[in-house]
């Protein structure tokens, strides 16, 4: 056979660094604060109605679009906003947000196009623009009065006659950073301006905490018609593994991304589309309560990795809080990363693999805090073995 078999354009894409800090998390024995995800389950409402669906016969594919009460349930979350979309041509499920981001980006996108990335950024942004045979142009968050901002100007400057779309990110994951409706507004500016495309992933709306608010960019005057806006059940009701995300847009953005997520999935996860409805309608308290907490488990974490000697960035958002490992001794994250589960048994993830510009993100980590109080204690405690 030819070597090698992949094709170029992915490549890049062979490993996550999630297998190989979770394999190194298991050989050591280590807590795993690398991979984000919660070590408790979502709304027994929820569970009950996904058991009830999958005993009632709801194991045969779905509609195309995905279930009419989950559509319906959608449309209604989406009030919250003061955004309306018809649940029939204006809301299309799919297999988490990661399939709706590949799904828009190869109907949208193609080769000869640029798509702009904000970076650091989610690990499958980077493949799937791949995938759509487009090519990323990538602008860093700066930091900036205590916070990861959005470099405006940078963005200005990376839209081109062949940028596309424009893909964004908030609440952000890795930098837990929450964009205000200021840079909303600039971004906006933009698209209007250039005609851009946005594909906003939106998976964290509900996991903010403070004062922060999350704003949809499709609610921003000019945007409503040019952005597709996706978000998941998983984040919001600790179901990650159920993947199911849904695209909310107009009518021809919409039968677009179907175009394309028809011929990757069709359809999937038949009966927890239900109970998710059941979620969006009744279990937002249950949110609620998961958003309280989570604020106080990042600041508990960072506490503790305050104590242990990192420098701790603030996070508005999501489930990492990302640290600055230079106040110990070290240059670069990733050797510590990769050291850590050995040395005292914790595992966490280098910000620079989620960037095209490592030296400049190399003194961060990531540390993911939705986990369980005592699993977040033995990790400081390990921690503190550092100094
Ligand atoms: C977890 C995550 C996703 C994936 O969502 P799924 O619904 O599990 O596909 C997408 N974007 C970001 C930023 C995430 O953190």
């Known amino acids: ?8 354009r992915l490549q890049p894409f062979t490993s996550t660094i999630f297998a190989e800090m979770t394999a190194l998390a298991v050989r050591h024995e280590a807590v795993n604060l690398g991979q984000g995800f919660p070590d408790t389950d979502g709304p027994a409402g929820m569970l009950d109605a996904a058991k ?27 009030l919250r906003y003061g955004a309306e979309y018809d649940p029939d041509t204006e809301i ?41 045979g487009a090519e990323r142009r990538v602008v860093g968050l700066v930091e900036r009065d205590g916070r990861f901002a959005l470099d405006v100007e940078g963005l200005r400057a990376a839209v081109s006659g062949r940028t596309r779309a424009i893909l964004i990110n ?40 403070d004062d922060a608010e999350h704003i949809p960019l499709a609610t921003l005057p000019g945007m409503r018609e040019r952005t597709v806006s996706i978000s ?13 995300g849904w695209v909310c847009a107009s009518p021809e953005l ?8 028809q011929f990757i999935t069709f359809v999937s996860g038949g009966p927890f589309q239900p109970a998710v ?18 604020q106080d488990k990042r600041d508990r974490l960072a506490a503790g990795l305050a104590e242990a000697g990192f420098a701790v960035r603030p996070t508005a958002g999501t489930y990492f ?67």
Not at 1 to 8: A, D, G, T
Request: proline fraction near 6%.
């Open 170 to 209: 908030s609440p952000h994951n890795p930098t837990g950073t929450v964009f205000t409706r200021a840079e909303l507004e600039a971004v906006a500016a933009l698209c209007v301006e250039n005609d851009l495309i946005a594909i906003t992933d939106e998976v964290y709306e509900h996991l903010v905490f």
């Open 92 to 132: 299309l499920v799919t297999a988490g947000a990661t399939e709706a981001i590949a799904a828009s980006l190869i109907a949208l996108t193609q080769a000869g196009d640029e798509v702009v990335v904000i970076e650091p950024y989610y690990d499958s942004y980077a493949a799937a623009v791949a995938m759509a």
């Open 254 to 261: 919409v039968a677009a991304v179907k175009a394309a997520k």
């Open 52 to 78: 009830n669906a999958l005993f009632g016969g709801a194991n045969q594919y779905p509609p195309g679009p995905g279930r009419p009460e989950l559509r319906a349930a959608i449309a209604r979350h989406r």
């Open 1 to 8: 056979m030819r070597e090698p078999v992949l094709v170029p």
């Open 321 to 387: 809080v990302c640290v600055d490992v230079r106040p110990l001794g070290f240059e670069d994250a990733s050797e510590l990363a990769w050291e850590l589960p050995e040395r005292v048994g914790v595992a966490a993830v280098p910000v620079k693999v989620f960037t095209d510009h490592p030296e400049e993100w190399k003194h961060l980590l990531r540390f993911a805090f939705c986990k369980r109080n005592e699993v977040i204690d033995e990790a400081v405690t390990r921690l503190r073995k550092l100094r």
């Open 277 to 294: 409805a059941h979620a969006l309608d009744h279990e937002l308290p249950w949110a609620e309560n998961l958003r309280t907490s989570l």
């Open 232 to 244: 998941s059940a998983g984040k919001t009701f600790n179901c990650t593994g159920w993947k199911i």
